[in-house]
């Protein structure tokens, strides 16, 4: 599965999350306390206590895929903030590789 980059919309979820839950936990976490459409064909990330086991929720037009990653050092998430977080492609690029960026300061860029 690819993904038009400039297109995707990728949602964190701010608090710890049982990582038994499959399509419909995580479906009725998306539609109950994100708040937001699980059928929209945006990135719905879920992530475990410890903060190294990471699932997400995507609906591709004929079903839903979900996509778990767990690292053997480190962590995706240090801290919860309790609150949903919208992020870029390249942020999600970056939490996968276990890189959690705090206190940045993005410049609007361009396009032609």
Same mark, same amino acid.
């Given at each position: 599965?690819?993904?038009?980059? $400039? &297109?995707?919309?990728?949602? /964190? %979820?701010?608090?710890?999350?049982?990582?038994?839950?499959?399509?419909?936990? @995580?479906?009725?976490?998306?539609?109950?306390?994100?708040?937001?459409?699980?059928?929209?064909?945006?990135?719905?990330?879920?992530?475990?206590?410890? $903060? &190294?086991?990471?699932?997400? /929720? %995507?609906?591709?037009?004929?079903?839903?895929?979900?996509?778990?990653?767990? @690292?053997?050092?480190?962590?995706?998430?240090?801290?919860?903030?309790?609150?949903?977080?919208?992020?870029?492609?390249?942020?999600?690029?970056?939490?996968?590789?276990?890189?959690?960026?705090?206190?940045?300061?993005?410049?609007?860029?361009?396009?032609?």
């Amino acid at each position: 599965m690819f993904f038009p980059e $400039g &297109n995707l919309r990728v949602f /964190l %979820y701010g608090k710890p999350v049982d990582m038994r839950k499959s399509f419909t936990g @995580l479906y009725a976490l998306t539609k109950n306390m994100l708040r937001e459409d699980p059928l929209s064909g945006n990135l719905f990330v879920f992530v475990n206590r410890r $903060g &190294n086991y990471l699932k997400a /929720l %995507y609906w591709d037009r004929t079903g839903f895929c979900i996509w778990a990653k767990r @690292l053997e050092q480190g962590y995706f998430v240090r801290s919860w903030s309790g609150e949903k977080k919208e992020m870029s492609w390249t942020g999600l690029k970056l939490l996968l590789e276990g890189i959690e960026i705090k206190n940045t300061k993005r410049y609007k860029r361009f396009a032609l």
